[in-house]
């Protein structure tokens, strides 16, 4: 959990990376907690369950908010309801809490590792726990998220002068990353401000069609990261999201990667 929040998320940006924090979250942090205060295993799940899906609605916004005014230590969190899979998870760590003889675990610990070791693994599993709560990257913002990776059989170059001999305005951006390290850099992607799509003489319009290019030899992935629908970005209807994710996922498809093929 601790390479994937800090490395793997970043330089391997894919599905797994993506979900593979919040399966493991939800089945560790009920444990953890149920660990240390045994008399919550019986309901930690379930309210772990419910606190992480308030986490993912747009309700928690204002939280969000308040909490970043006024703490030295900001948040983020990416609307993505396609993460509450990972809440099955939870029903694994109820179980395991349920049949566990948690008084009988500590003495085994106590007995075999030393206390100040059992300190440190401590300590290192709260920050763990919550280094996904951190503000770790300033993502390209975007109402509909992507995050949809493609093989394309061509240099970065290529695909950059392919897309601007379609007539795509394309410029670069950078979104920050806060590293295991503690160090700031920044990684680039690309932005088309405008994508106008004529589908049988209906135009339509997206805005700020966000993509990432990673190169390797000869070939590339290219991600479509996000977009948004209006020139601000303030969507926050979930059902509308939910719906434009899955209309314009093949559309984009076609209107980028499908211009890169031979």
Known sequence: ?????RIWKYEYSNWLSGKLSDFIGLLILPIFIGILIPKSKKLIALIIGCLFVLWKMPISNTFINIWNNYMFVHISRTIDYSDFIALIML?????FLRKLEIQKFKNVMHSSIHPIILNIIFIFSCIVLCSTSVQEPSYPKGDVLIDKSYRVNKT??????????????????????YLYSGNLVHKKYYQIDTLIINRKNNLDTLYKVNFKVKENNKNSSLTIINFSVKDDW?????????????RYKPILKSEIIDKLKP
């Open 156 to 177: 970065e170059n290529q695909i950059l002068r392919i897309l601007e001999k379609e007539g795509f305005d394309i410029s670069t951006e950078s979104a920050e990353f």
């Open 1 to 5: 959990m601790f390479l994937n929040d």
């Open 91 to 95: 029903f694994v760590a109820h179980q």
């Open 234 to 246: 303030n969507l926050q209807d979930w059902k509308r999201v939910k719906f434009l994710q899955k």
